[in-house]
């Protein structure tokens, strides 16, 4: 196939074709008369007569093959020849346009193709502020799945037409395609992009990795779901309109060093209990290491509230004020501060301290020491837990520890002992924020309770755990305040607990290296208990068995000897009992004995000799 | 949120704190927090003065000339930073009686340990307290491990106050004759300081919302875990005390203790200096015969609301 006839596709409702006239048709002005539709590397055209019945529009395309313009030309439409990576560009539509009227652009599947199309963009950006006008483009995503996974896997086979046509010159993902927009002064205002589970590059047929039914590749798509969205795209088509051009506008520069602060300490409150706020950022201004931040995110707070949550933090001293941010939020449920403090971070990582917890000063130390040999690893120290109450004295409200600091959860970790039971307190762990901004990793909101433990699945999966083996929290456990333990009934959170299992359940799950020690030493143990548990059970039933053979000989032996159930004389076979005979003579002394020699057998075999 | 307590009558803070090999950066935590507490007290009227005394019982001087110079330019909040450096180990009782003649000005003294950070408004309830002119000495509340010793709800009344950070009137202080620093070289003098209060008729208060951070640690299962030093003077200590608010009979239970074969050295030394002191009568008359004021109980001198 040659160049000139590869992309020669028909105009269907579910490509690009289609797909642009729907843009179009939501977003081109209602003041069409005159007006022009440019299409830029319009190729044949394919686009042209459906947008001249569609819309009424003058269709002029521009390309630079003399082919294509001349196949369009013999079919009586306006083609004019332009070099889209020429600086002047710009100048060169204008001329085109020839002060007519712009109502909109086409620009299909030809960005990838220039060696440099920021000109271009860019005076599509200029045409359209200057004429209101509105543009359509599409582009291939070169991180669909099916190149994502093949590309982790060493594979990359360019191909005559398609995601990776050997003619691209540049590579566009979706955010590296916003960027590029931004830089032209260019706005999506709505996509309608193609989708394709098996794109072109979906080959082999048999590639275990491109399977949608291989565990591999669900865990991967599982993953890449989290991180970004667009891994069945096949082609970005948007609808674009002018927009200011942002004052970062370069390429972005790798970043070969590490984020300036070490660690953001995201702190909810509710604003409704400020000696707790006080305590929990005296923890703060007391640390040994203050390589932090600190995003305090007042949750629904009404204006007495944030009031408070203001008060304290002016009254904190300077070196650690000036590294508090304070951020008001009025919606969403537990989860929701937790995930604007994780978008507003800046640390290299992150941890969620609650306005009543408690650390010790080597708090912060503690998990900068460790990054230094487990970057990228969740860093977990101990909390200990601790009963506490409200007390007042002297009219002042303080807080009263009513129990001794107690070692409740397990000092090393296991994430299958995770899958059971949460034993990592939000403030015993920190994680790295790429988790955020790389992997896409949110507290989830629809969960009224326990989002911190399925947030430390889906973290410690991905970046495992890194113990360090010291008590460095205390975590609070209110006698007599409301908590999130007093304000959500039991049922809600087994169901939540459900909801993780059920997730987990969902998708493949990843171990880390040894774990799996772990549980064959766990499924041993259980083998042995289920063999022991079935030798007893086979015991209790030879025993049940032979006990109810047992009963039956006695209740038959006391029916015998007129004997009820408790072994009193039955009254009515007193009653009843024909009289006996009188004696002629009395019993010899065999005769005596054979019934109690018969009971005393009897007694011996119901003793189980 | 309730307003925050004002005293009436605004004070001199004169907060004192014994150094002894004390990381500067510690140093600095704390006068950045007392710096802070003192632009408060200022700017609310809280207070009229604010000084700060570091005694250096280290056998190397912790801060130079230089050091003072720029603490106290940092932090200018504090109207005085002075610094004084003994020479030798004094230990917490001599050298708070000795700071607390360094500086004139203060009325109330705050006792502090050279690791605690104080909350910004720790200062200003503590002395709200002394509104009532039945108080005579007042603790804060210890983060992250508090101290389990028990107070009354409502009052905040209580056996003894820990000077890891507490505040008396320096005139009742003077009055009371300061620590007992030839009984305690550290630890207990703080009990037996508040018991003097409490015998003089006044109260000692234990304030929950006054609350400071004092940088201490515990092992993995919530255990205490104390230094060296601190297994050794309060073993003393709690010889000295026993003896001085008479309890004849728990003193030779202790010494049947510390004097057994397998005792810890520390302990061991504890009790033959307690039977040096005794021999060359330095021992303290005995008080409290009736036991009015004083607490023993399981080797702790108040009821505590939870072991640690």
């Not at chain 1, 995930?339 to 992150?350: F, I, S, T």
């Amino acid at each position: 196939m040659s160049d000139l006839h590869k992309y020669d596709n028909a105009v269907q409702p579910d490509n690009k074709f289609g797909h642009t006239l729907a843009l179009l048709e939501r977003h081109v002005g209602a003041d069409r008369d005159g007006a022009v539709h440019l299409d830029l590397a319009c190729g044949f055209g394919h686009i042209a007569e459906p947008i001249v019945d569609a819309f009424g529009l003058h269709y002029v395309g521009v390309d630079l093959d003399d082919l294509e313009l001349d196949a369009l030309r013999s079919r009586g439409l306006e083609a004019h020849a332009a070099d889209l990576t020429d600086p002047e560009v710009g100048d060169r539509l204008v001329k085109i346009l020839d002060g007519r009227r712009l109502a909109s652009v086409t620009f299909l599947d030809g960005l990838e193709h220039l060696t440099d199309g920021s000109h271009a963009l860019a005076a599509v950006g200029r045409l359209l502020a200057e004429h209101r006008a509105v543009a359509v483009t599409s582009v291939p995503n070169v991180t669909h799945l099916d190149v994502g996974i093949k590309t982790l896997l060493g594979e990359w086979a360019y191909t005559e037409a398609g995601l990776l046509d050997v003619t691209h010159y540049q590579l566009y993902s979706h955010a590296s395609l916003t960027s590029a927009m931004a830089r032209a002064g260019l706005r999506c205002i709505e996509s309608n992009d193609v989708l394709l589970a098996r794109s072109d590059q979906h080959f082999s047929v048999d590639h275990v990795g491109l399977s949608e039914a291989t565990t591999m590749s669900a865990w991967l798509r599982s993953v890449r779901e989290s991180a970004e969205p667009h891994g069945l795209v096949n082609q970005f088509v948007w609808a674009l309109t002018a927009s200011p051009v942002p004052a970062e506008t370069g390429l972005p520069e790798p970043v070969t060093s590490h984020g300036d602060t070490f660690l953001s300490v995201v702190m909810r409150t509710q604003g409704r209990r400020p000696q707790e706020l006080r305590e929990a950022l005296l923890c703060l201004a007391a640390q040994s290491c203050q390589d932090f931040e600190v995003l305090v995110v007042a949750h629904k707070t009404n204006v007495e509230e944030q009031k408070s949550v203001e008060e304290v933090i002016e009254d904190q001293p300077p070196y650690l004020r000036e590294r508090i941010r304070l951020l008001l939020l009025d919606r969403g449920r537990r989860s929701t501060p937790l995930n604007l403090g994780l978008d507003e971070a800046r640390g290299r990582y992150v941890a969620v301290f609650d306005d009543d917890d408690v650390v010790m000063g080597d708090w912060v130390k503690e998990f900068a020491d460790a990054e230094r040999e487990s970057r990228g690893r969740l860093l977990r120290t101990v909390s200990l837990r601790q009963t506490a109450s409200v007390d007042t004295v002297r009219g002042q409200v303080g807080i009263r520890s009513t129990g001794a600091p107690t070692a409740m959860y397990s000092p090393t970790f296991s994430l299958t002992g995770h899958l059971v039971e949460n034993q990592s307190p939000p403030i015993s762990w920190i994680f790295p924020r790429s988790l955020v901004t790389d992997f896409g990793l949110h507290y989830d909101d629809s969960m009224t309770t326990t989002e911190d433990w399925e947030f430390l699945l889906r973290a410690a999966e991905i970046a495992g755990v890194r113990d360090i083996g010291r008590g460095t929290a205390i975590y609070r456990w209110w006698e007599t305040r409301e908590s999130s333990r007093t304000e959500h009934v039991a049922d809600e959170w087994a169901q939540n607990q459900g909801e993780i299992e059920r997730r987990i359940d969902a998708r493949p799950f990843l171990l880390p290296a040894g774990e799996t020690r772990v549980l064959r030493a766990k499924l041993r143990e259980l083998k042995q208990l289920k063999k022991l548990n079935n030798q007893q059970s086979r015991r209790i039933a030879r025993l049940e068995v032979a006990q109810s053979r047992h009963f039956a000989q006695i209740k038959r032996l006391r029916r015998k000897l007129g004997l009820d159930e408790k072994g009193a004389p039955l009254a009515g076979a007193r009653r009843h009992a024909p009289q006996a005979p009188a004696p002629a003579a009395a019993p010899t002394l065999r005769q005596r004995l054979r019934p109690r020699t018969r009971l005393r057998a009897l007694a011996a075999r119901l003793r189980g000799r | 949120m309730p307003p925050e307590p004002r005293p009436t009558a605004p004070a001199v803070i004169g907060v004192q704190s014994l150094l002894f090999h004390t990381p500067v950066e510690s140093i600095e935590r704390m006068l950045a927090a007392l710096d802070n507490s003192s632009r408060i007290g200022l700017a609310e009227g809280l207070c009229t003065g604010f000084t700060v005394t570091l005694g250096d019982g280290s056998s190397t001087r912790v801060l130079d000339d230089d050091d003072v110079v720029r603490l106290q330019a940092a932090h200018p909040h504090l109207h005085e930073v002075k610094y004084h450096w003994f020479g030798w180990n004094v230990g917490t009782s001599r050298g708070h009686n000795a700071m607390a003649e360094l500086i004139a000005e203060p009325t109330h003294l705050i006792f502090s340990n050279p690791d605690v950070v104080p909350e910004p408004r720790a200062i200003w309830r503590m002395l709200e307290v002394f509104d009532d002119p039945a108080v005579g000495f007042v603790e804060a509340k210890q983060l992250p491990i508090e101290h389990p010793k028990d107070f009354a709800s409502g009052t905040g009344e209580t056996g003894w106050a820990t000077t890891a950070f507490a505040m008396t009137p320096k005139d009742l202080f003077l009055e009371l004759g300061g620590f007992d620093e030839e009984s305690f070289f550290m630890y207990c003098d703080d009990v037996d300081y508040s018991w003097r209060v409490r015998e003089a008729g006044r109260s000692v208060i234990y304030q929950p919302a006054a609350v400071v951070f004092h940088d201490k640690y515990l092992s993995l299962d919530g255990a205490w875990q104390p230094t060296g030093a601190e297994v050794k003077y309060s073993a003393r200590a709690a010889l000295a005390l026993a003896h001085k608010w008479s309890r004849p009979g728990l003193v030779k239970k202790i010494l049947q203790g510390y004097e057994h074969p397998d005792a810890l050295p520390a302990h061991q030394e504890a009790a033959a200096e307690f039977r040096r002191r005794q021999k060359r009568g330095l021992l303290p008359e005995p008080r409290d015969p009736e036991h009015q004021i004083s607490m023993f109980k399981n080797s702790r001198y108040a009821e505590h609301r939870f072991p640690l």
